[in-house]
């Protein structure tokens, strides 16, 4: 089952060569002998599932149509709302909490029939780089478990890089899709903000967050994709815009394409080998025909400070809500604030207090201009930027994070560090356009390396063409890691 692609499996479902439920129990299977290696489930909805799949067999069994993912095992992040199902966003702050709906994409995989097996881990809040914030325990890289999953969608990412299932769903603020799937090598994909709903994503930054698929190929994420995408009418910042068919064009070639490579994404910073991985993807994709070109992003430089001002004091607001009143962790007080503060206190870890307190600063009054006002102002620059730069090219290449995956507790005391790890992937969700992470090499220690593409707004067609044509002329998304 772990070398089937979720296209294969749902291939040999609707041919009945084998059944939803055997492929369920594989994956179940699965998840009990690894999982404690890896750590990438913090729930496992075993009868949920099992329901779930046998519900697809008996439509086979009467020849009933089922929908495109038909029996394909699904992990969903912590901050997608399931309905009647524990969702925490890896916090104690949601611990036990149980949504009375249901995410709009969580609705959609189901309506194609998908099978969700559980919820996978996150940082809290979906506020890091490293899985390292869950507040119940770090998920583990399967290429090496004494290194980071990336994060935040981490258990996303380890769940599809270790054969658990073929499909994710991850959220990404500002890489939290990208880079776990870089630094697991796999293939996550940020699509276009406004292309996935995002009612009942449990909300970080929300003129940042978006949606998208995790997978172990191109052609797998965009199936995904394809289910997902599309306009909601629970979520007033999705568009309406037709979603075009992912699969058909995917394979017509990247013949006269131009490729926009950033200088200032291939400086100080960049890990020797991870340079030279991208480097040997550019010449690829120059063979496949494509023409490469430099471009320049002159206000790279200000992006992470943009980010994590923007990030923080949209954070600061969407976490409000947690006061313990309506839902979630309520702690014991003599009276209503000292109720609030304590059940903050105790419900937040150490990161997400630290965003809050930065976000609220920089909301405060006399501050607003200053920062605030100032980052959305920057942000604008930085969005002009790309405009400019794709006046000249049809895509641009990048790393997508600087580095490998780093050891477990080598960061967690210098959070700039950590920030840093974004410093490629931040800027498509400062502009909203879509980004892909897909595997281009291993470092010499065994550690996956990604490439990223960017693409035009709501032109995700081309970076999947882009991607499977890379992906047709290598094979390092073949590649698994050995576990036991
Ligand atoms: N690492 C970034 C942060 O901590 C991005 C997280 C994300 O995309 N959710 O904010």
Request: charged share 20%; with cysteine; aromatic share 8%.
């Amino acid at each position: 089952m772990r070398e089937l692609s979720a296209k294969q499996i749902h291939e040999k479902i609707i041919a009945k060569e084998i059944t939803a439920t055997a492929v369920c129990e594989a994956a179940l299977q699965r998840i009990h002998s690894t999982d404690s290696q890896v750590k990438a489930f913090l729930a496992v909805d075993e009868q949920g599932a099992l329901a779930a799949a046998k519900a697809v067999d008996r439509k086979l069994a009467k020849n009933e149509p089922v929908g495109p993912l038909a029996g394909v095992p699904i992990a969903l992040k912590d901050n997608l709302c399931t309905k009647g199902f524990p969702t925490t966003c890896a916090s104690k702050i949601l611990a036990g909490w149980k949504p009375p709906y249901q995410a709009t994409v969580v609705e959609r995989v189901r309506a194609a029939d998908a099978v969700p097996v559980g919820k996978v881990n996150m940082d809290e809040f979906a506020m890091g780089s490293s899985c390292e914030n869950s507040a119940f325990f770090p998920s583990n890289n399967p290429w090496n478990q004494e290194c980071v999953s990336g994060g935040s969608s981490g258990g996303s990412a380890v769940a599809v890089a270790s054969g658990m299932v073929p499909l994710a769903l991850g959220s990404d603020t500002g890489g939290s899709i990208r880079q776990p799937a870089s630094l697991c090598g796999i293939v996550g994909i940020k699509p276009t903000y406004g292309r996935v709903s995002r009612y009942g994503l449990i909300a970080y930054a929300s003129s940042l967050d978006q949606i998208g698929p995790l997978a172990q190929s191109v052609e797998d994420a965009a199936m995904l994709l394809q289910v997902i995408a599309g306009c909601d009418q629970k979520d007033s910042t999705c568009t309406d815009m037709a979603v075009p068919n992912y699969t058909e064009q995917m394979q017509s070639g990247i013949k006269g394409l131009t490729i926009g490579l950033p200088q200032e994404y291939f400086s100080e910073g960049l890990d020797p080998e991870v340079k030279a991985a991208v480097e040997q993807a550019k010449q690829v994709l120059q063979d496949a025909g494509a023409r490469l070109v430099e471009v320049t992003l002159p206000h790279t430089e200000y992006s992470l400070a943009t980010y994590y001002l923007i990030a923080t004091a949209e954070a600061s607001s969407n976490l409000a809500r947690y006061d313990g009143v309506q839902y979630g962790l309520r702690a014991e007080a003599d009276n209503l604030i000292a109720m609030y503060k304590a059940t903050r206190a105790q419900g937040f870890g150490a990161e997400v207090k630290r965003r809050i307190m930065l976000g609220t600063y920089a909301l405060s009054a006399g501050y607003y201009d200053a920062y605030y006002k100032k980052a959305l102002q920057v942000r604008t620059l930085i969005q002009r930027d790309f405009t400019e730069a794709f006046n000249k090219c049809d895509i641009i290449l990048t790393p997508t994070s600087p580095t490998v995956a780093f050891r477990r507790g080598e960061k967690t005391e210098d959070p700039l560090a950590m920030y840093l790890s974004d410093i490629y992937t931040i800027s498509a969700n400062l502009t909203g356009l879509p980004g892909i992470s897909i595997p281009c090499g291993f470092n010499s220690e065994g550690l996956p390396i990604g490439l990223q593409l960017i693409g035009k707004v709501f032109d995700e067609q081309m970076l999947l063409r882009t991607a499977q044509t890379y992906q047709s002329h290598t094979d390092w998304h073949t590649k698994r890691p050995i576990l036991a």
